[in-house]
């Protein structure tokens, strides 16, 4: 088992990196845009995890021992293949997961790339419990997740003021993030609008 690796950065891409270990290049499935900012020459330290399949080794790594732990969760999880944990933890940090899954905030999973509306319980029904007790978990209580709504809450409430129901802005907030729309305010927003004065059902312009 390789719990760790150290060394000079040989290469990196999006979702990879190049460590050099003993005249090695060790190549490093890590979660994009955090590890993989990285440049060539950096120093760098990881926390690891090597999956062992049938047809391949692959090495997963990891710049804090939270992200490892939910990692861990993650793969024990039915349907969450590694590459699907790892992008969940590239889409949000360790705490963030806490507080998803403590809120049951399906739609937090469900902005991952292969990640649908039942991995999404899954992952709630499954990691329920194995968090909250966490050290680096602390700051992702619900009392702190209603303190700093999220855009997706933003826009249903700016949707709501601009005269649609509850229910549809929900909706039609949700569709647009299933669709791919960016979760900040503005865009998500106009992606939310497009589809309700498209004429969603049941919608103001929709067909009665």
Known sequence: MIA???????????GWAVVGLGGLGMRVEVP?????QAHPGDEIALH????VRED?????GFATAAELEVFGH???VSGVGPRSALGVLS???????????????EKAFRK??????????????????KLAATDWAADA???????????????????????????????AVSDALDAGAPDASAELLRAALALLQAGRPGSRGGTR
């Open 4 to 14: 760790s690796i150290r060394g000079p950065v040989l290469a990196a891409g999006a």
């Open 32 to 36: 994009s845009g955090r590890v993989s």
């Open 48 to 51: 690891t995890s090597l999956v």
């Open 56 to 60: 391949a080794l692959t090495l997963f």
């Open 74 to 76: 993650l793969i024990s």
């Open 91 to 105: 889409a949000l940090a360790p705490a963030e997961i806490a507080r998803a899954v403590a809120a049951e905030d």
């Open 112 to 129: 991952v790339s292969g990640i649908g509306p039942k991995t999404a319980k899954l992952i709630i029904v499954s990691l329920a419990g």
């Open 141 to 171: 209580t619900p009392d702190q997740a209603a303190a700093t709504p999220s855009a997706a809450e933003g826009v249903v409430d700016g949707l709501v003021g601009l005269g649609w129901g509850q229910s549809e802005a929900h909706e």
